[in-house]
């Protein structure tokens, strides 16, 4: 049988190849590089650009393989499989969340709610960076398994967490296994999607949300009916992998054959010494980078929810001594990961921060999520239970409506991106829609409102949070080459996290420094020895009935201490505004698809056929770079690139179009 061989045409054009038939793959498949005896030795496998220079890395080399041997079975597979792994996971995310109020009040210890929030979002800040960049260096199904993995001993450990400090410390892995999840989604969604259609599809695993947002607090009740919370945390060490297999099956399959096609290395750390190896990772992953974020981000934040319950409190040594040394590691980061020499490969892309429109999404990012843990989180759903009188089934259901109108306005907006070609002012709308939402929300936080009134401010804050959230994503991740794509979508999730945890941080601060001094103030004399236990739970402040002064007196000290954070959300929205008009209106149908496209365009579209019911403009506008960014001087997307001519510009210029065939 004789040997495939196939020619690549030139890196300036974005003529598709013919897609690879599923019943032709047999016939295509190449010995492994380890046996090569027999292989003809005139064969030539054209490498992609990436490939010919020694900067990239070895995680982004093996994607771009893996996608030449990509059909449109796998593909659709893959897909798939990222829905039912998204499904789990959201139906996770909505049930444990009626929970954890629960799990806490358990250790008596409500109120570090916000801690643990805090502990979610800074590991969800910090670990997106070195798991995009773990799935850079070793690749994208590497990456899923550990996050998988780390995802389920966090299950466990909260399940069979005895204090709330192992329930805490479990949140490290609870949290960089879901988050490791989330930026590996994103990072498979921009390795398969063009720039113009990624909005769309960047949303495919935040569907599921528009079902189990009715499902996880029902499932969350009868748990605590019929079990208990921990049962609520522990179902889901089973059920996550069984979801995960589909993709991992159908990633690690595709890896396979392109091994078997010669197309990457199949031992890429083969002939290194152990020495070799630990230098390598230490550089690669930014090692000493992920703990100074990591310290300064920790050492900041989690005192300022600690302090109230500390002796002396503000005064405490140990709470002084973390925020100084959380402040030390917070300057001494930015000079870190911009030494070449001490960071050659930095946790995050510090220069896309030059870009305009990056610097501005991800500061709108900041406060945008900052703004929502003032509001929505942490403390929602506590108080609707005490102050509104809802049940478990209803509080669940109104603190999720945020996650329904949300994906609802993000997938509509994103298929108005696609073809309107704008995403800028869906930014500004969305801000202003989101800051008109919380203005609703501090107006009716009294006692009494209905379920419906609470719904519609919920929808309306939803609604601006979906048209903010995608578009803002789109920009930051149009300031980059393929190269940096997935430390992008870092950057910016990280920015989001980073704001989710100064919201949840303040909010704690607030929480335990205003809520005990009021129930002291207006509990009736008879109960005043039970204000700290009303405190630190939540079952004993819902033990009295409504109308009872002492329910009275703990719905007055909730809702004046739930004013000013709502009166605080507000005012971190004031910079959104602002920072959307920013930046820069692109014009998509211009703009150059991310250079990982440019690659596949000219090697295998059965890549993007899954996606070819859209009609895609690959127009390419100045230099042939990796993606459109605020200028046309941006640097190509290797020193290979440039040295081809650009793409004819002109009005009559062809394009490509893709379509899904059965």
Not at 229 to 235: F, I, K, L, T, V
Not at 287 to 311: D, E, N, R, Y
Not at 597 to 602: I, S
Request: net charge positive; hydrophobic share 45%.
């Amino acid at each position: 049988m004789g040997l495939y061989t196939r020619t690549v045409p030139s890196y300036g054009s974005c003529e598709p190849d013919d897609r690879m038939d599923d019943t032709a793959e047999a016939d295509r498949l190449l010995q492994d590089t380890d046996d090569a005896e027999g292989v003809d030795e005139h064969l030539h496998i054209s490498p992609y650009p990436s490939s010919l220079n020694s900067e990239v890395q070895d995680g982004v080399r093996k994607i771009e393989a893996i996608s030449k041997t990509w059909t449109q079975r796998s593909l659709v597979i893959a897909y798939l499989g990222i829905m039912l792994m998204a499904f789990c996971t959201s139906l996770e995310v909505q049930t444990v969340a009626s929970l954890t109020a629960y799990a806490t009040s358990s250790f008596s210890k409500h109120s570090l709610i916000s801690t643990v929030l805090v502990i979610q979002n800074v590991v969800n800040a910090v670990i997106k960076p070195p798991m995009a960049k773990f799935a850079d260096v070793f690749g994208r199904f590497e990456a899923f398994c550990i996050a998988v993995f780390i995802y389920v001993l966090g299950y466990i450990q909260m399940a069979a967490s005895q204090n709330v400090e192992t329930y805490a410390s479990a949140q490290i892995f609870y949290s960089a296994g879901s988050t490791g999840l989330q930026i590996l989604q994103q990072v498979f969604i921009a390795d398969s999607s063009n720039l113009l259609n990624r909005a769309i599809f960047a949303n495919l695993p935040d569907i599921p949300f528009l079902f189990t947002v009715w499902l996880g607090p029902m499932i969350a009740s009868w748990v605590l009916k019929q079990l208990n919370w921990r049962w609520g945390y522990g179902m889901w060490a089973v059920l996550l992998p069984s979801a995960f297999l589909p993709l991992a099956l159908s990633l690690y399959i595709n890896q396979r054959k392109a091994q078997k096609l010669n197309l990457l290395k199949s031992k890429p750390w083969k002939g290194k010494g152990l020495k070799k190896i630990l230098r390598s990772a230490w550089f690669e992953l930014d090692v000493f980078g992920l703990i100074l974020l990591s310290a300064a981000v920790t050492l900041i934040l989690v005192p300022l929810t600690l302090a109230a319950h500390a002796k002396d409190t503000w005064r405490n040594g140990g709470i002084i001594a973390m925020i100084v040394i959380g402040g030390v590691c917070l300057i001494a980061y930015p000079f870190w990961e911009t030494s070449k020499r001490l960071a050659p490969h930095p946790l995050l892309s510090l220069g896309l921060l030059r870009q305009r429109s990056a610097l501005a999404g991800c500061a709108l990012a900041f406060f945008y999520f900052m703004a929502f843990y003032f509001s929505v989180q942490p403390y929602f759903y506590s108080y609707l239970q005490v102050v509104q009188g809802k049940p478990v089934v209803t509080a669940g259901r109104i603190t999720q409506t945020f996650s329904f109108m949300s994906t609802i306005a993000a997938l509509v907006v994103s298929f108005m991106i696609k073809y309107s070609k704008r995403y800028r002012p869906f930014v500004t709308f969305g801000c202003v829609v989101y800051i008109l939402g919380l203005a609703l929300m501090l107006l009716t936080h009294k006692s009494g409102k209905s379920t419906l009134q609470i719904l519609v401010v919920q929808s309306i804050i939803g609604l601006g949070g979906g048209l903010v959230n995608v578009p803002v994503q789109l920009g930051v991740q149009a300031s980059a080459n393929h190269q940096q794509v997935a430390a992008a979508t870092a950057m910016f999730l990280t920015a989001l996290e980073m704001g989710g945890a100064v919201g949840s941080a303040v909010s704690g601060a607030i929480w335990t420094s205003y809520l005990p001094h009021k129930l002291v103030k207006y509990l009736p004399d008879e109960t005043k020895g039970e204000a700290t236990e009303i405190f630190g739970k939540l079952t004993k402040a819902l033990s009295y009935p409504m109308g009872s002064p002492t329910r009275d007196a703990i719905i007055r000290s909730y809702e004046e201490t739930m004013q000013i954070l709502l009166t605080i959300a507000l005012c971190a929205c004031i910079p959104l505004i602002p920072l959307s008009l920013l930046m820069k209106n692109y014009e998509l149908d211009k703009a150059c698809p991310l250079c990982l496209f440019l690659l596949l365009f000219n090697v295998r579209t059965e890549f993007l056929t899954f996606f070819s019911a859209f009609k895609v403009d690959q127009r390419v506008k100045g230099k042939l770079i990796g993606n459109i960014g605020d200028s046309e001087d941006a640097s190509p997307i290797t020193p290979q690139l440039s040295a081809f001519p650009p793409p004819n510009l002109s009005p009559t210029k062809r394009r490509s179009q893709h379509h899904l065939r059965p």
